[in-house]
């Protein structure tokens, strides 16, 4: 519609101001006159909005928007001084077309209009895009508040009597150690880290690499303590990436989702190892051994809730990649000083 109409209106208001007095010249044929305006018009409406998607590629986003403009601006005066030479070529050859009086005419006046024609429909484009753009991030920041609602509410759920479970279980290992079960005493241990590990989990939308490491390797040791040596695990973490963020329970969620999907035993070992990329991210892979699709339903609930995770606090998404020997996924490394606009 905006396309189809716009140009009209436009080459309306222009001749008005612009062109009337020329239109009403007896010498120039309005039957000439009329078809050249509108078809310059909409060549003009044409080529910005070309190169106002051009500029949307580029520089996406209300983050952009300066990045976006001057792009139009420094692009736009080349391309308003071709279409000036077309219009000059047009009048020469339609509008005085077998005729020896014709004048190029003002071309500073011309350019000066064809800046005009560029400022309003990049400004009617960008304009629209603009605010498209800022209901679109004022949707993410309504529903980035209703998860942290969420998210409190279930942590208020979930910190039911923890310290009667906590007493319990310092209690239990009391027992066990005075049985001198190391094996059990190391389980009661881990539970008791990766419980606590979970309550507080539920407090931050964010945590340091480091401690979400060391909650994973309590974690497989819980896991281990069913699959021995069927369940191996690599780390190859640079140190500099160490301080940096994942959403909670980021690691956890992949450890069983590898898991959950394949074989686990001792004569089939599955090793998932976790390293960092140079690239800001963290990639997890595990040996592909699918279990019968009639084992297990391979929903990717916990793949979809990393993404989700992600996109919330405005991330770039995760990659998943997987061949016929290796299931990897890779996730964004938010840097230390970055804060999460998770106010309610």
């Given amino acids: 519609m905006l396309r189809t109409v716009g140009p009209l209106v436009l080459w309306a208001v222009a001749t008005l101001f612009f062109n009337l007095s020329t239109l009403l010249q007896s010498s120039i044929s309005p039957w000439r ?48 001084a071709v279409l000036v030479g077309v219009r000059v070529l047009l009048t020469r050859y339609w509008i005085f077309a077998g005729r020896n009086d014709w004048e190029e005419g003002d071309l500073l006046f011309m350019f000066g209009i064809g800046l005009f024609y560029l400022t309003i429909i990049a400004s009617i484009y960008e304009s ?19 998860a942290k609602l969420e998210m409190q509410f279930t942590s208020l759920k979930n910190q039911v009597q923890p310290h009667f479970l906590f007493n319990s279980l310092n209690t239990l290992q009391a027992l066990v150690k005075a049985n001198e079960n190391p094996k059990a005493m190391q389980f009661i241990g881990d539970l ?46 640079d140190p500099t990436y160490r301080t940096y963020q994942i959403p909670p329970l980021t690691l956890q969620l992949l450890v069983e989702n590898a898991v959950k999907h394949n074989v686990v035993s001792v004569g ?14 963290l990639a997890i892979e595990n040996n592909l051994q699918r279990r019968p699709r009639s084992d297990v339903a391979s929903a990717r609930q916990g793949l979809l809730t990393i993404h989700q995770k992600y996109r919330l606090l405005n991330q770039p998404a995760i990659d998943i990649e997987e061949t016929d020997q290796v299931f990897r996924v890779k996730v964004p490394l938010i840097k230390p000083n970055f804060v999460p606009d998770m106010a309610v």
């Avoid at 590629?57 to 420094?74: A, S």
């Avoid at 895009?129 to 800022?134: M, T």
């Fill in 192 to 237: 008791a880290q990766v419980y606590r590990y979970l309550l507080q989990s539920n407090q931050s939308s964010l945590i340091k690499l480091e401690e979400e490491l060391a909650f994973t390797h309590a974690y497989l040791n819980l896991l281990k303590t069913r699959f021995d040596e069927g369940l191996l695990l690599r780390v190859s973490i």
């Fill in 268 to 281: 089939k070992p599955l090793t998932i190892h976790i390293y960092s990329q140079d690239d800001q991210k």
């Fill in 33 to 80: 006159f009329v078809p050249y305006g509108i078809a310059t018009l909409y060549l003009t409406w044409f080529a910005v909005r070309w190169l106002v998607v051009q500029a949307r590629r580029r520089y996406k986003g209300l983050d952009h928007t300066r990045q976006r403009i001057t792009w139009l601006v420094v692009t736009g005066v080349p391309l308003t």
């Fill in 128 to 146: 629209r895009y603009f605010f498209r753009q800022w209901l679109a991030e004022k949707s993410v920041s309504e529903e980035l508040r209703r």
